[in-house]
């Protein structure tokens, strides 16, 4: 599913965010001459906070670089797939600009983004960022973009619950056998509390669903892209747990949760016990949906053979000079790639207010910038770091999944399969796939 952009660079990393525009005229270096790089994720006005310390880094940027001037544009959040393909299109797009990884191949096909193989020297841990993230961004050989985030799925779940249901918070559920079982006691303790949360509708729910395949080892296409995969045991194995949860333990509550807010307006009411989600679910709980940051904890995915990862990318503008897109890689180092500074300065963050300590982005993983990160995220926490533990070690030992080409289509016909399991205690999940992988390959067969 598309996420927030912003939002993951700013309340899960405990950034100072994003944004404000620099003067119109740069002084050129000796024997150099001026230039100007437009960027993007510049930080709505009603964060002025975040403003300014955009603005302090934009001021220290150039004053470090003599003759670069930095423009930012003023959108949030950054990757807005209303207004992307227009501009991409028209080429409107900024010097560095942001691109979601489901986006990738098909912004790198299309020949909208800069071959940056030269330049990558630039970004100074270029080599400690992961290989198989860098390997997304990476086509024949050549670059075409710098991580900037990376996520994998796991299991988010309420510590309170868990302990007025009589388990141990600091051992949550390993297997779906032992999510059923906690969900069980979560429902037990009365009227409106719910075991385990899912999605139906609104494209979350085959985004979810998506995510379970992975976790038990299916795939959602061909390896070639050219059918439906889903059909599968492991597809009818995640929808036949989800059936019988529903039906048969009566853990996942009556209510069909359509589209991504409703399942983090039930985990902040204090009263779902668990739900599959990034890092970041945590955050959004408790900043937007009023959830008590001490009362959540997220572990690794339940017996993962793989885990459904997410991110994005900046690139480079095909038009930009090659002055510019050296300038544009040196302002990513700055801003997104110093241990310390911009987005990693975790102790401006800290003082701005922001929410420090969600192990969100993993892009570095276990390499020396990587641990540098967490060790500076740890000592600025501002939320409970040894809540997040669990996922942290897992994390690191499950192979990242990306999501299939025509993501967003494909989640609306799988849906449909996870309402009807959810809806309809007579529900096939047998025939439910059937009918989706049928849908699924008419649509993939248009798509040529």
Known sequence: MQRTTGLLLVTVLGLSATACGASESGTPAPGGAAVTITVACQP????????????????????????????????????????????LAGGQMET????????????????????????TREIKNWNDLRADVRELVTRDGKVYGVPNVHYGVGLVYNRKLFT????????????????????????????????????????????????????????VLTDDGKKAAFNSPEGKAVLQTLHDMRWSDNS???????????????????????????????????????????????????????????????????????????????????RYNTVGKGRFDFARGKT?????????????????TGKAIQAEREKNATLPVRNYAPYVRAAATVPPKAEPAHAQELYAILDVVMSGT??????????LLADAEAKANALLAAKG
Not at 282 to 295: I, Q
């Open 422 to 431: 959810l809806s309809r205690q007579d529900a096939d999940p047998g025939k």
């Open 252 to 334: 996942m509550g009556s209510r069909l949760l359509v589209g991504w807010e409703s399942l983090m307006m039930a985990m902040g009411s204090g009263k779902v016990g668990m739900m599959l989600g990034a890092p970041d679910v945590v955050t959004d709980v408790v900043n937007k949906f009023k959830g008590n940051v001490a009362d959540y904890g997220i572990t690794g995915f339940p017996e993962a053979k793989a885990s459904l990862s997410g991110g994005e990318a900046f690139m480079i503008n095909p038009k930009a000079t090659p002055e510019q897109a050296k300038a544009a890689l040196q302002w990513l180092d700055f």
């Open 164 to 219: 007025q249901a009589g388990l141990d918070p600091e051992t949550p559920p390993a297997t779906w056998a032992e999510i059923r079982e906690a969900a069980r006691k979560i429902a037990a303790l009365g009227p409106g509390y719910v075991g385990y949360g899912e999605y139906s509708g609104g494209n979350t729910g085959g985004w979810h669903f998506t995510q379970a395949l992975y976790g038990r080892g299916g795939a």
């Open 44 to 87: 709505a006005r009603s964060a002025p906070k975040e403003r300014a310390a955009w603005d302090d880094d934009v001021a220290a940027f150039m004053k470090a670089h003599p003759g670069v001037t930095v423009k930012s544009t003023d959108q949030q959040p950054c990757f807005d797939p209303k207004t992307f393909g227009p501009k």
């Open 96 to 119: 560095a600009f942001v691109v979601p990884v489901t986006t990738y191949a098909d912004v790198i096909g299309k020949g909208q983004a800069m071959d940056v193989s030269a330049y």
């Open 352 to 368: 701005l207010g922001n929410p420090v300590g969600v192990p969100d982005n993993d892009v570095y993983g276990d390499s020396a």
